[in-house]
Nanobody
Framework: QVQLVESGGGLVQSGGSLRLSCAVS????????RGWFRQDPGKEPEGVAC????????WYADSVKGRFTISRDPATNTVYLQMNSLKPEDTAVYYC?????????????????WGQGTQVTVSS
């Protein structure tokens, strides 16, 4: 059974940091890419950071470049999102997702498996 379990969300003041984790298990096929996406109520979901599983190539949304870092640990099959210099506009539910077929790693439509989401709230 495919499972993506996120953790690490919470409430933080503007300028603070959080580290999100996503433990991935149950895949019987190769994973092509992993990504973090977010959605604020009333808004469309958007890509935050993605990483190609083979080459480690990364993609970041312009709004988070220089502040967020995506990484993966093959030994534990976990993907992380280190978020620094957080801003109130980063407030959203953050989802990790897995892409199992080749395609643009930044395109959320290419991701088939999704976690349950973790809330990140940044106070001003």
């Amino acid at each position: 059974q495919v499972q993506l379990v996120e953790s690490g969300g919470g409430l933080v003041q503007s300028g603070g940091s959080l580290r999100l984790s996503c433990a991935v298990s149950g895949f019987t096929r190769d994973v092509y890419a992993r990504g973090w996406f977010r959605q604020d109520p009333g808004k469309e979901p958007e890509g935050v950071a993605c990483i190609d599983n083979a080459a480690g190539t990364t993609w970041y949304a312009d709004s988070v470049k220089g502040r967020f870092t995506i990484s993966r640990d093959p030994a534990t099959n976990t993907v992380y999102l280190q978020m620094n210099s957080l801003k109130p506009e980063d407030t959203a539910v953050y989802y990790c997702a897995v892409q199992v077929e080749s395609g643009p790693i930044y395109d959320l439509r290419a991701y088939r498996y999704w976690g349950q989401g973790t809330q990140v709230t940044v106070s001003s």
